[in-house]
């Protein structure tokens, strides 16, 4: 599996962090993890187009998660050709009256020439391509899920949460937890800082841990980060 950050950021506009998404790349399956602002753009920039993404997974409704689902939507009824190829959207409890919502608002995203699949998945797994995706709730809004997706290696997104039991299931032995970390020192409810991600880790013990999700706080955190943990930076490339 290889993993492209498209952004490490919050709701925070800044120019050096996007709002948080990532592009999963398993065996010619593309798999795009949450799309708030500006991420078809960043998709681009990566050498990556709308009709190239397979399945879309949403970790949880709020505005930094999902501002861009309707400009993928729109791009895929009048993008450069319409789109033919099926799309799956898979999130926690409400998800299809979110993306019914959308379309209320939206009239132009309803799929014209391709099928969408809207799937509910919670505390369920499921194989797409190859790849078996399970999720489970975490500790932020009501709908939010954790995600893990297993090929030959794993691969688990914390999504935005506070300290999690099921975080620490879905992470347990993962080659590469991809983890809020949304503040270092400074704790923040249904946010996880350092203290509160080493305890998750600790009984997790995934091989890497890739911090995300970051507050400007980190801007100037004189700490040092010691293996497994890297801070993600938007660009970042890594294989999993
Ligand atoms: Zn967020
Ligand atoms: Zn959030």
Same mark, same amino acid.
């Given at each position: 599996?290889?993993l492209h950050i498209l952004g490490t950021g919050t709701?925070?506009?800044r120019i050096e962090r996007n709002s948080s998404a990532y592009l999963?790349?398993?065996?010619?399956?593309?798999?795009?993890?949450?799309?708030g602002?500006s991420v078809?753009r960043r998709?681009?920039e990566r050498?990556?187009?709308?009709?190239?993404?397979?399945?879309?997974?949403?970790?949880?409704?709020?505005?930094?998660?999902?501002?861009?689902?309707?400009?993928?939507? @729109?791009?895929? /009824?009048?993008? %450069?050709? !319409?789109?033919?190829?099926? +799309?799956?959207?898979?999130?926690?409890?409400?998800?299809? #009256?979110?993306?019914?919502?959308?379309?209320?608002?939206?009239?132009?995203?309803?799929?014209?020439?391709?099928?969408?699949?809207?799937?509910?998945?919670?505390?369920?797994?499921?194989?797409?391509?190859?790849?078996?995706?399970?999720?489970?709730?975490?500790?932020?809004?009501?709908?939010?899920?954790?995600?893990?997706?297993?090929?030959?290696?794993?691969?688990?997104?914390?999504?935005?949460?506070? @300290?999690?039991? /099921?975080?620490? %299931?879905? !992470?347990?032995?993962?080659? +590469?937890?991809?983890?809020?970390?949304?503040?270092?020192? #400074?704790?923040?409810?249904?946010?996880?800082?350092?203290?509160?991600?080493?305890?998750?880790?600790?009984?997790?013990?995934?091989?890497?841990?890739l911090?995300t999700h970051l507050?400007?706080?980190?801007?100037?955190?004189?700490?040092?980060?010691?293996?497994?943990?890297?801070l993600a930076e938007d660009g970042m490339e890594?294989?999993?």
């Amino acid at each position: 599996m290889k993993l492209h950050i498209l952004g490490t950021g919050t709701a925070i506009p800044r120019i050096e962090r996007n709002s948080s998404a990532y592009l999963v790349i398993a065996r010619d399956f593309n798999i795009l993890v949450d799309v708030g602002p500006s991420v078809v753009r960043r998709l681009l920039e990566r050498g990556f187009e709308v009709d190239d993404i397979d399945l879309i997974v949403i970790t949880h409704f709020h505005v930094d998660h999902t501002a861009d689902l309707s400009t993928f939507f @729109f791009a895929c /009824n009048y993008g %450069k050709t !319409a789109r033919e190829k099926p +799309l799956t959207i898979i999130g926690g409890n409400g998800i299809t #009256r979110f993306y019914r919502g959308l379309r209320k608002i939206y009239p132009w995203i309803e799929p014209k020439t391709y099928d969408l699949t809207v799937k509910r998945l919670v505390n369920e797994s499921r194989a797409f391509n190859g790849v078996t995706i399970t999720t489970a709730p975490v500790r932020h809004n009501p709908e939010s899920i954790g995600i893990r997706l297993d090929e030959k290696r794993s691969l688990t997104f914390s999504g935005d949460t506070d @300290f999690s039991q /099921n975080l620490i %299931k879905l !992470a347990d032995r993962a080659d +590469l937890l991809v983890a809020e970390c949304a503040f270092p020192e #400074r704790k923040v409810k249904g946010h996880l800082n350092l203290e509160s991600l080493y305890r998750i880790v600790k009984k997790a013990m995934p091989k890497r841990v890739l911090l995300t999700h970051l507050y400007p706080d980190w801007d100037t955190y004189k700490g040092v980060l010691h293996a497994p943990y890297l801070l993600a930076e938007d660009g970042m490339e890594i294989e999993i």
